[in-house]
């Protein structure tokens, strides 16, 4: 069966891939965000979650990246490649240089490329992990409103399990800063947000065993995708 798009209101039933494709309230008709499950071989799966399990994380305030930012907003990060300059630079073929033991990262970013379409230019791949008490803060991936319209972000979720009661969720606000979206971290799912709306990871409850682990991939659209 193929994949089919439906829009919030309606059901997605397609057994073998789903896919959730929303518009909504922004005043950039560029900005949707689109839910893929069951598209990561479950095999890669495995070995991206042994992978993720060992590497090594950094306690990340998050006015380092972000001056907006709430002083108290920490966590965790890997940066698993990134470039000098986002706005010119293309990480993808460093994706070669990176070590074997990382090439799940590789493979994973080929099903991605698929899903946006081959015309993109890669920037960077984050891997950032959220426990309890480590809480989103509301951003846009691009500093720069004017580009913001051909941005695409990534994530993929990276737990094993996760429960509705553990919260989590990757919240996207509409221009009126009310949530557009709110998108449970399954495992193996991957959420597509294009046109860099405001967006926060939402933190994990109390009883979540796990954090919340996700890898993020960041990328321009080419001009003739715009």
């Known amino acids: 069966m193929g994949v089919t798009s ?74 698993v490649l990134t470039v000098n300059d986002r706005y010119i630079d293309d990480a993808e073929p460093s994706l070669e240089e990176l070590p074997e033991n990382m090439f799940p990262v590789r ?30 803060h509301p951003h846009y991936d691009s500093p720069r409103e004017t580009l913001r319209s051909t941005h695409v972000t990534a994530i993929v979720y990276c737990n094993e399990e996760w429960r509705p009661e553990w919260a989590g969720e990757t919240a996207v606000f509409d221009d009126r800063q009310d ?13 597509l947000i294009f046109g860099d709306p405001l967006h926060a990871a939402r933190g994990i409850a109390r009883i979540c065993p796990h954090p919340r682990r996700v890898l993020v991939f960041k ?8």
């Open 6 to 79: 439906q829009e919030l209101s309606g059901a997605v039933t397609a057994p073998e891939k789903r896919i959730c494709d929303v518009g909504g309230a922004f005043a950039c008709a560029n900005v949707s965000v689109r839910i893929y499950d069951d598209l990561v071989p479950h095999g890669l799966f495995s070995r991206l979650v042994g992978l993720l399990a060992w590497v090594p994380m950094y306690c990340l305030k998050r006015t380092e990246r972000d001056a907006a930012a709430h002083p108290l907003d920490l966590y965790w990060y890997y940066p």
């Open 179 to 191: 949530i557009h979206r709110a998108v449970i971290p399954k495992p193996g799912r991957i959420c």
């Open 107 to 136: 493979e994973l970013w080929g099903v991605v490329r698929g899903l946006v379409g081959s015309a993109v230019r890669l920037y960077e791949i984050e891997y950032t992990a959220n426990a309890f008490g480590t809480e989103g």
């Open 219 to 226: 990328m321009w659209l080419s001009p003739q995708q715009q």
